[in-house]
Structure formats: C-alpha cells, structure tokens
C-alpha cells in the first residue's frame, strides 16, 4: 500500500463533497518542486504545458522528448507524478505502460480524440483495456473524454455521449474519467452516473472553484496548461519592464 501508484490511487477515493483532490500542472522539475514544497500531495503533467517548456505546439512533441520531459519531473519530487500522453503516442499498450513506468509515472491521462477527431467509443474501451491489463495496478489511468472539446451538439447529445462514453471506459477499467470542458452543472448527473471519479478543469482565479466543484461531484481537479502561460505571462511582464514597455 506504500507503492506511489497506490497512494495516488488512494488520494482519489473517499473525498468529502466540497474537498477534491487538487492537482497542479508542472511544465518542468523547477515548477515541479515548487508545487511539492507548497504542499500538494501529488502532481499531473499538462501536454501542452510540457510541449510549450520543450519548444512545441500544442500535440507536436515527439513521444521521446514527453517521456524524457516527465522523467525529470518525477526524478524531481518525491511525491506521486501522473503523466498527460495525450492519445498515446500510436504505441501499442506493452510499449506505453512501460515508457510510463521507466519514466517514473504512476498515472497518465489518455484522450479519446486523435488529430482533432473523437476515436469510436468501443475501440478507445478497447485501448482502455489494454492499457488496463498491461499495467495491472501499477499505473492509474484517468481517461479523459474529448466529446465537448471535438463533439458536434448538432449531431448528437454531448452530455448523452460523454456519460455513454464514461461508463464504457470505466467497465474497462480506467480508474477516473475526465469530461475536459465539460459545463460545471453536468457534473452532478455525470458523477452520479459512474462509479469512478470524476476529473474537472479549475480555473486559476478563483480559490473557491475546487470546493465549488468537489461539491457538483468532482473529485479531482486539473488546471491543464494554465500554470505554465501564468508564468510565461509573469516572465514577459518582467521582460517588458526592464525593457521600459
């Protein structure tokens, strides 16, 4: 039970309405240690906080610098490390489940659209699944459900499709699911819906927002790449003072 992979597991059961587990986004092990000393419990990496720090866009680093990138973020802290990869890299489970081990991850979040395009529900429970069966317990898998980022509402119900597609991938075995976007008042249906947390989007401004979702049913909270642009925005601030802008 003293394992990482089991403590973040542990962190995200048994939380009290209004007390959800919270995670920050380190881009880099500097930020990485600053959030450790600050106190959290654990860290989730963002995708596109990391892509930015190694010079990318948004879904164009290559697997091997991601990896390389969350290994020195693990190696950093002592707490638990999880690991944005995006929608895998094309690696075949074997192969993911154990770059995410060899980098120090004890979870990953795994997204179910590639290049802008919802993957068939069934198929991604399938991936799901895989990756499940892979790892065993040694890696907690939050799969995040893109169907309010890339869904069409002309074309089907996208609160129906995200609640289908978050059962499916909890059957399979995902440890938490992750409706990205979804509108804070679909929560409560959602979490009633499935019986594995439930991970929401924070913003950065307002300190009430994870109480305020903890208590519509969410019990993990990510800010994704936010942490990373309030610093770039921080360091341009600085650049044009001493500029004279």
Do not use: K
């Amino acid at each position: 039970m003293n394992d990482p992979a089991s403590v973040f597991r542990t962190l995200h059961h048994g939380r009290r309405p209004g007390d959800p587990l919270v995670l920050p986004g380190p881009w880099d092990a500097v930020s990485a240690r600053v959030f450790e000393e600050a106190g959290f419990p654990a860290l989730a990496t963002p995708s596109a906080g990391v892509a930015a720090a190694l010079g990318h866009a948004d879904g164009d680093t290559p697997a091997d610098e991601m990896f390389a990138a969350v290994a020195r973020i693990a190696r950093a802290v002592s707490v638990p490390v999880s690991a944005d990869i995006e929608a895998g890299y094309g690696l075949d489970p074997e192969e993911l489940v154990g770059r995410l081990l060899e980098a120090g991850a004890v979870g990953c979040n795994l997204e179910d659209s590639v290049g802008g395009v919802l993957v068939e529900p069934a198929r991604q429970a399938d991936r799901l699944a895989a990756v499940r069966a892979a790892a065993g317990e040694r890696l907690f898998v939050n799969a995040r459900i893109d169907t309010y980022v890339h869904g069409d509402p002309a074309a089907v119900d996208v609160a129906a499709d995200t609640t289908a597609r978050a059962l499916l991938y909890a059957e399979a075995g995902a440890d938490c699911v992750y409706p990205i976007l979804a509108p804070p008042d679909t929560l409560p249906a959602l979490t009633a819906a499935v019986r594995v947390p439930v991970n929401a989007v924070g913003p950065l401004d307002d300190p009430s927002a994870p109480r305020r979702l903890g208590e519509l049913g969410a019990a993990r909270i990510t800010f994704g790449p936010q942490f990373q642009r309030r610093a770039a925005d921080a360091v341009r601030d600085l650049a044009d003072r001493l500029l004279g802008g």
